[in-house]
């Protein structure tokens, strides 16, 4: 209805615009009163637009005596009845047109908000399956209590990077901690059967002290704190800005703002001038008054645009999430090496503390994760340098920048694209059919609304401030500001090996055996279609590279699962490499 309303006025808008233009370059003739003693015109565009019925609408001008708000001294054809409805189609028209104007960005926020967040659920699950099948394919016996406790531990990363309020130290310490007893009973010390619960307990409590692990699990915080941490954020921030472009779409306007619409858009109809447009200045001063709160949200708005894009660039490098998830199973391996080396030292403490081992009578399964488990997850992301989540992140900040100044100049915009009169046509000024507004045309903001001659604005709207208080908060998260481990996001550093980890993790010596560039890094790039959604190939079609600390790469490319014989033998590397910088 309102849509009909909206198309029917556009073209009995536009037939006033091609009559004026066939003028030529003279100023174009004001248009002709309506014929005297009759409304049939007015009667007409109500009816097309669906206002309401014919019933008490005048056949002839009369006068107006009970209008509110389009009084005149002339007769008019309109009735108090007939001016509520047209109130009520002003109101609606400004919020159609407020909502078609951001209905592109709210589209290109919200879509690339559910396309970042089923990315980064792919990553979760693909770093998951990455995990698991490294147990299944180097330490098979112990695969499938330890798969379960990275189950956990990726489900413990969805929480946090969607928003649950969780510790990424606690959720890793806590992973490393019910690791332990599984590396202990089979790497360790294993046995025929399994350690008791009581027995795994003890474990559990002292791997924090004794480090079976070396500096790996610290090493591991710091990644996942600076990987999971601005990718959160900048979940959140995208919400934050589709729920500023809600609100605003669905503004409350006020009653003075109401009157001045009506005047400016509906009452001209009481004249029988229902062809006309606005004045510039005239339209200016109106819509300005009614987003004169809106217009607030402006500079806070850049700000929060100008906050995403840093974040998003420093989100690059060696700390991004999508580096530091798919090389976590490169840490654990890196854990489990450290904890075989200082197996018999590990093994003295254990005892002084929890006694010799106290076993069960059952033993564990062996492996479950089969090459086909969770087929969906185990495909992979084809390689492709122009479309990583980084450069999708850098196109979608690149769309968003066009938006910087939508608030600042969204009056401007209105009236210039939908709603005034082109320059030099006649126009309507609030009272008559004229060539030129006279009055003077206010600037944009509450301030600037003490001069306005068409609406008063009386303080702040309470939904607005809300939404620069919300605004202001991310932008503080978006910087890096609201936590006190970092003054700025510092994210960028690039590279491995030592200068990377003495950033996270301090010192490092031999014992805590983290020498080197890391083992089992896996470079690997997310593709996403222009859709926004990711582009999933076959992992078998991925190629897996492993640097070794010497400098030298293993190809591990497997259909699927990467072979048992390929991790041994980096395994092998790895201990040899370990036990050379130990001598």
Known sequence: MAGKSLSLGALSLGALLLAAAAG??????????????????????????????????????????????????????????????????????????????????????????????????????????????????????????????????????????FGTDISTEEFVNRFFDTLFPVVYNHVINPGLTDISLEYAECLQMMRRDIRPFGNVPKKAIGQMERSLLPSRTFLQALNLGIEVVNTTDHLHFSKDCSRALLRMQYCPHCQGLTLSKPCMGYCLNVIRGCLANMAEIDLHWRGYIQSLEELSSAMSGTYDIEHVLLNFHSLVNDALVQARINGPELSEQVNKVCGPPVRKSTQSPGCSFGQNKDNQGLKMFSRDSEETLANRRKEFISHLQLYRAFYGGLADQLCSNELAAADGLPCWNGEDVVRSYTHRVVGSGIKAQSANPEVKVKGTDPVISQIIDKLKHVIQLLQGKSFPKYDKWDLQQTGSGGGVDEQISGDCDDEDGCGGSGSGEVKRLLKITDSGMPDKTNLSDVKQIHQTNDGSTLDTTGAGCTTMADYMTFMLIRLVTLFLSLW
Request: overall charge positive; aromatic content about 8%.
């Open 24 to 161: 030529g370059a003279e100023p174009p003739p004001l248009p002709p009163p309506p014929p005297p003693g009759s409304c049939r015109g007015v009667r007409k565009v109500f009816q097309l637009r669906q206002l309401g019925s014919l019933r008490g609408i005048p056949e002839s001008p009369r006068a107006g005596v009970d209008l509110q708000v389009c009084t005149s001294k002339n007769p008019t054809c309109c009735t108090k009845k007939m001016e509520e409805r047209y109130q009520a189609a002003a109101k609606q028209d400004i919020q159609q047109v407020l909502q078609s104007s951001s209905a592109t960005l709210k589209f290109l926020i919200s879509r690339n908000a559910a396309a970042f967040q089923e990315t980064f659920e792919t990553l979760i699950r693909l770093a998951e399956n990455y995990t698991s099948m490294l147990f299944c394919n180097a330490y098979r016996n112990m695969a499938a209590e330890a798969t379960t406790r990275v189950q956990e531990f990726f489900i413990d990363v969805g929480l946090f990077i």
